[in-house]
């Protein structure tokens, strides 16, 4: 079974970094996708940032091209994403996903995802 936790959430002025990790169990599907979604209340999951597996693409959402970098370590089952020059509207869940199946996708859209972790909450403040 796989189980994703997520880890390094906290809360930090604008301005300040932060780096999440998802440690991945029971996930051995690496010629596929993991990625980085968040959610504010009262708003949408976005997706944030994406790798793949196979060839390490990654992919970011507009608004955190520059500042966000997404990368993963295979010998420790863990995928990161580095978050820099962080800004309030960052303020949300950060949350892990896991795809385990191939075929044509959208990267950051949700729906691609069939694992997902329970979430660390980021508050930045101004």
């Known amino acids: 079974q796989v189980q994703l936790v997520e880890s390094g959430g906290g809360s930090v002025q604008a301005g300040g970094s932060l780096r999440l990790s998802c440690a991945a169990s029971g996930y051995t599907y690496d010629h596929y996708y993991m990625g980085w979604f968040r959610q504010a209340p009262g708003k949408e999951r976005e997706g944030v940032a994406s790798i793949y597996y196979a060839d390490g693409s990654t992919y970011y959402t507009d608004s955190v091209k520059g500042r966000f970098t997404i990368s993963r370590d295979n010998a420790k089952n863990t995928l990161y994403l580095q978050m820099n020059s962080l800004k309030p509207e960052d303020t949300a869940m950060y949350y892990c996903?896991?795809?385990?199946?191939?075929?044509?996708?959208?990267?950051?859209?949700?729906?691609?995802?069939?694992?997902w972790g329970q979430g660390t909450q980021v508050t930045v403040s101004s």
């Open positions: 996903a896991a795809r385990s199946y191939g075929g044509a996708t959208v990267p950051l859209a949700s729906t691609a995802y069939n694992y």
